[in-house]
């Protein structure tokens, strides 16, 4: 672990780091929206000539107030150590996991709802098909909706991002290559890696499980359990040496705590645990 | 994108402000040596792109079109300045060497894409990270200064390395 950060930090680069994060992009682009003045209307202009104009006149008072108010804001959702429901301004609603950041503006666009995710949420689209409601994930790829239920994985540590539909079904599309899109349905679980989004046909049992709070092992690998608990209990947990890596485990754990799950697994694969406050560490039985 | 912003559609303009808004103000304060004139300067750049996107030529890269331009509108800003003869010494950046300009310009987006990253962590992630690497302060200080332990340090730096290895590859190496 220490030899890694020797090449990487070359202090320089973090010397502007400060600058760069004392700059408020998403305010001074309101600023700078408010004097471009974009138009507001780029099609049809023949036909809706006519039209506009007497709507103009009708909501002169409208947008007149509307011009001088300051353009809606983008509010930004953060979770720490607990998890966090989001209520959108469309009345959908986004469960948060654990470290995620959600940012979406304080009110739609006319045309879409488009939201930013980096972490992991459960969402629930209140349905409006004029209004597709996009998730951009991490900068990589987009998911879009027009109503449905749906799980997107997308945390900086992972790999791939990981998008199960729960009901309804959505576009999944990278942000590499336009080309790449899959439609998914009830049930489906799709991973987007390097640009390339794979049907997931192995599901995973436990994509659900931090919303849930079940696990489910099936003949799972010690490793592949040990890692799982890790993750949904946010702890450490150490495998020591002395435990046979083949064993495997099958059960169905139930919003129990982390010390009842040790217990049944060293009960069912005979090995022993101990544990402090940091971190939980497994051994074998000689 | 310049399709969409000769075009004047506010969602490539939108899209290119959210890309280069801030390194092109940490670029502009190399000059101006002051981040509220370099916003300014930037803002009014974004302005005048828009208005005059019509007969936008671009020549090189759109990137470079970009810092050319920034640096141009700084350099201005300082000559206007001169008779106050206390930015007469920041001049001296209108000599750099195309080589010189490109490998600032280069330096300035890595440290843009690692400000990405390092604001995309988990709070507790960046805080440490910041601390360690950003502040120099040793693992042992961190760990009692939050009350964690030094193996959490450990792992939460060697986490942040990681995301920042994955986006920056060979980059981050050389």
């Known amino acids: 672990m220490k030899t890694q950060p020797k090449n990487i930090t070359k202090n320089q680069l973090f010397t502007n780091l400060d600058k760069f994060q004392s700059i408020d992009a998403e305010q001074d682009w309101s600023i700078v929206k408010g004097r471009i003045g974009f138009n507001k209307n780029r099609v049809g202009i023949t036909f809706w000539r006519a039209a506009a104009i007497v709507v103009l006149i009708l909501s002169i008072g409208f947008f007149a107030n509307q011009y001088f108010q300051t353009p809606p804001s983008t509010m930004i959702a953060m979770t720490g150590e607990n998890q966090q429901t989001i209520h959108l301004p469309d009345g959908s609603q986004v469960l948060l996991n654990k470290n995620t950041k959600l940012t979406y503006p304080e009110k739609f666009k006319r045309n879409n709802r488009l939201v930013n995710l980096t972490g992991e949420g459960f969402f629930e689209i209140t349905r409006d098909p004029d209004k597709p409601f996009i998730v951009n994930v991490a900068d990589r790829g987009n998911v879009e909706v027009l109503g449905t239920s749906f799980n997107i994985r997308a945390t900086l540590l992972d790999e791939a991002v990981s998008v199960q539909v729960v009901e309804g079904s959505v576009a999944f599309y990278s942000h590499d290559a336009a080309a790449a899109q899959k439609i998914l349905k009830k049930g489906d679980q799709a991973e987007l890696l390097n640009g390339v989004i794979t049907m997931n046909t192995d599901l995973d049992r436990n994509f659900l499980s931090w919303k849930t709070g079940v696990i489910y092992f099936d003949q799972d690998e010690i490793t592949t359990v040990i890692d799982m608990l890790s993750r949904h209990y946010n702890r450490e947990i150490i495998l020591d040496n002395s435990v046979d890596k083949q064993l495997s485990f099958t059960s169905t754990i139930d919003n129990q705590e982390i010390e009842s799950v040790l217990e049944e697994l060293s009960l069912v694969m005979g090995i022993s645990y101990s544990m402090d406050d940091k971190r939980i560490l497994i051994t074998g039985n000689e | ?174």
């Open chain 2, 1 to 174: 994108m310049i399709k969409g912003i000769r075009a004047g559609r506010e969602s490539s303009y939108a899209r290119l402000f959210d890309m280069y808004y801030r390194p092109l103000s940490v670029f502009a304060v190399k000059y101006v040596n002051d981040l509220d004139i370099a916003k300014e300067i930037v803002q009014d750049f974004f302005v005048h792109l828009y208005e005059n996107r019509e007969s936008l030529v671009i020549s090189t890269s759109l990137q470079s079109y970009l810092y050319q331009s920034v640096r141009n509108r700084s350099l201005n800003h300082i000559k206007h300045q001169q008779v106050q003869k206390k930015h007469l010494d920041h001049l001296s950046h209108s000599q750099e060497t195309t080589e010189e300009l490109e490998e600032i310009i280069r330096v300035n987006e890595l440290e843009h894409r690692i400000f990405q990253i390092i604001s995309e962590l988990p709070p507790r992630c960046r805080e440490i990270f910041q601390m360690s690497r950003v502040n120099g302060k040793p693992n042992k200080e961190i760990a009692k200064q939050l009350g964690i332990s030094i193996r959490t340090v450990e792992t939460q730096i060697s986490n942040a390395l990681k995301a920042l290895r994955k986006t920056l590859g060979e980059d981050i190496s050389s």
